[in-house]
């Protein structure tokens, strides 16, 4: 079975500074995909960033990187220089096979000025 | 902006009524897939569709079906409506089918409110 755990149902940073949002999965397949989605206050839901379970190196979009490290199960986002527009919640999910995507309870960041 | 349009944005019916949600893709993209988030489910796979044809079903209940079309727009329709059945409808579109791990790109979604 599936499993995503973001244990921070809160998060603060400072704007400018870096901050490390945690996830971590639970998975028997050895063929996976792990996402990152932001959900503004306006609702949408927008694609961050993804990581294969065989990709050797971390993946990073602009100033959003994802700390893969397989033997430990945690795909964790960490956003650079933090902006205020970056205020919202922040879901990891992950795919296995042909099963759908599956979210984890989200962690709501705020940026303060 | 993902792409993918929903209509309507807002949609407020009372219990046992039937409504339709409405989907467009991406350009090229031959997945859709419907979501349900509410407070207390969190986000919620419900159906996938692929090129018309369903490939993947989650938690989505008898009353509610769904249909791809020829042209890929969806339709998510939701009959018998329960107080429970408000929450917001998401639909996301992907190039390939699921085990492609293609990112889905989300909607703004149809807020659904029961009353």
């Known amino acids: 079975a599936q499993k995503i755990t973001q244990t921070q149902p809160g998060m603060f940073v400072q704007e400018k500074e870096a901050v490390t949002l945690d996830c971590t999965y639970d998975t028997s397949d050895p063929s996976y995909g792990l996402f990152w989605y932001k959900q503004p206050s306006s609702g949408e839901m927008i694609f961050l960033i993804y990581q294969g379970s065989y990709d050797q190196q971390n993946a990073t979009e602009g100033r959003y990187s994802l700390n893969f490290q397989k033997a430990r199960k945690s795909a964790n986002l960490v956003i650079s220089a933090s902006q205020l527009g970056d205020s919202a919640m922040y879901f990891c999910?992950?795919?296995?096979?042909?099963?759908?995507?599956?979210f984890g309870t989200g962690t709501r960041l705020t940026v303060i000025p | 902006d993902s792409g993918v349009t929903q209509t309507p944005k807002h949609l407020i019916t009372a219990t046992g009524q039937r409504v339709t949600l409405r989907c467009s893709p991406r350009?090229?993209?031959?997945?859709v897939y419907w979501y349900q988030q509410s407070l207390d489910q969190g986000l919620q796979f419900l159906i996938q569709?692929?090129?018309?044809?369903?490939?993947a079903k989650g938690n989505i209940l008898e009353r509610f079906s769904a249909q791809q079309f020829p042209d890929l727009h969806s339709e998510l329709n939701l009959s018998s409506l329960e107080l429970g059945d408000s929450a917001l409808y998401f639909c996301?579109?992907?190039?390939?089918?699921?085990?492609?791990?293609?990112?889905?790109?989300f909607g703004p979604g149809t807020r659904l409110t029961v009353l």
């Open positions: 999910a992950m795919q296995t096979g042909a099963n759908n995507l599956f």
């Open positions: 996301a579109s992907s190039v390939g089918d699921l085990a492609d791990y293609n990112e889905q790109f």
């Open positions: 350009s090229g993209d031959l997945s």
């Open positions: 569709y692929y090129n018309g044809e369903e490939r």
